[in-house]
T-cell receptor, first 116, second 114 residues
Framework: AQSVTQLGSHVSVSEGALVLLRCNYS??????LFWYVQYPNQGLQLLLK??????LVKGINGFEAEFKKSETSFHLTKPSAHMSDAAEYFC??????????????FGKGTKLSVKP | KAGVTQTPRYLIKTRGQQVTLSCSPI?????VSWYQQTPGQGLQFLFE???????NKGNFPGRFSGRQFSNSRSEMNVSTLELGDSALYLC?????????????FGSGTQLSVL
């Protein structure tokens, strides 16, 4: 069975500092991996996804993530935080095949705060 | 292009009642998925519909049901409400519902059960 673990339910950074949000996955088959962001009172928005092409994936708003199979990790980074990045971030996994369409396994989420 | 629309935005019900939530996907999208979001359990998959057929189902009791219409709009029904059903219910749509597709989420329906 697939699962996702996000280390740190809350992360606080200063504006301009590096953002690093950690995600580890468990999957018996090659997974598809996603990062979604949720702003207050809104639904989720896709930041980026890994689908077995390049291991370094670039997403929207300056975010990127690197798939590391040996570490079963898919950490999200951004070189310089903006105040507008304050939100909750979710890592998710799905696998190829029937029974998985539309079914993402989400981590518990990490709330990012950005201090001025 | 209009996004995913969920109605109503907020709902207050009492235990034992039933509730129906509505989701209109992005035009052209044929797959609709439903998720329950709570502070304790996080985001959990309820079910997915494609071309009016339930294709996948999560681990929820039979009180949770859904359907999809020919125009891809979907409804979710919860019968005999319990306090633990209080949650944000999110609907997501995608084109064909393959496992690596981007899901487009609505803003959700916040259900409070008293």
């Amino acid at each position: 069975a697939q699962s996702v673990t996000q280390l740190g339910s809350h992360v606080s950074v200063s504006e301009g500092a590096l953002v690093l949000l950690r995600c580890n996955y468990s999957s018996s088959v090659p997974p598809y991996l996603f990062w979604y962001v949720q702003y207050p009172n809104q639904g989720l928005q896709l930041l980026l996804k890994y689908t077995s092409a390049a291991t370094l994936v670039k997403g929207i708003n300056g975010f990127e993530a690197e798939f590391k199979k040996s570490e079963t990790s898919f950490h999200l980074t951004k070189p310089s935080a903006h105040m507008s990045d304050a939100a909750e971030y979710f890592c998710a996994v799905s696998v190829k095949g029937r029974g998985s369409q539309g079914n993402l396994i989400f981590g518990k989420g990490t709330k990012l705060s950005v201090k001025p | 292009k209009a996004g995913v629309t969920q109605t109503p935005r907020y709902l207050i019900k009492t235990r034992g009642q039933q509730v129906t939530l509505s989701c209109s996907p992005i035009s052209g999208h044929r797959s609709v998925s439903w998720y329950q979001q709570t502070p304790g359990q996080g985001l959990q998959f309820l079910f997915e519909y494609f071309s009016e057929t339930q294709r996948n189902k999560g681990n929820f009791p039979g009180r949770f049901s859904g359907r999809q219409f020919s125009n891809s709009r979907s409804e979710m029904n919860v019968s005999t409400l319990e306090l633990g059903d209080s949650a944000l219910y999110l609907c997501a749509s995608s084109l064909g519902g393959t496992t690596n597709e981007k899901l487009f989420f609505g803003s959700g329906t916040q259900l409070s059960v008293l």
